[in-house]
């Protein structure tokens, strides 16, 4: 009797709680990759302190500066094209609607030695969504 007594308050207890006042955050989105390698024309020698940079920009808005929405850097420690990138992005804030591109460049330092100079659009209207080849032209002078 006690049992079936202690089960009875038990279940009404766990029926009359009250849910907690503060909601709980909804998990994080899962991020999303986008691979690719940079790849240059000229048959040149980076020098071993090379830094690779690429972005995956948002470029809908031709009167307004491209918002970045990820990007990655790595020294290219002596290695030479093509070097493999991997890109994490938050797929939540892509919207097909709009127009997306991947920009990339080699520096040594503050000096930009190769940088694409033609849109490489990716993910919407058309655009590649993985395995990307992003050609860097070298710039004059360098």
Known sequence: MRRL???ALAACLAACATPSATPTAPPPAAMKTLNGSLVTRQRIALPPQA??????VDVSRA???ATVLAETRFKTDGRQV?????LEYDPARIDARMR??????????ERILF????????LT???AADNIEL???QLPGR
């Open 135 to 137: 050609v860097l032209d």
């Open 51 to 56: 830094e690779a940079i690429v972005k995956l």
């Open 125 to 127: 209207h058309g655009g």
């Open 5 to 7: 007594t202690a089960f």
């Open 100 to 109: 997306y591109a991947v920009s990339g460049e080699l520096r040594v330092g």
């Open 82 to 86: 093509p070097l493999p990138f991997r």
């Open 63 to 65: 009167d307004a500066p």
């Open 115 to 122: 940088l694409n100079t033609t849109r490489h659009g990716v």
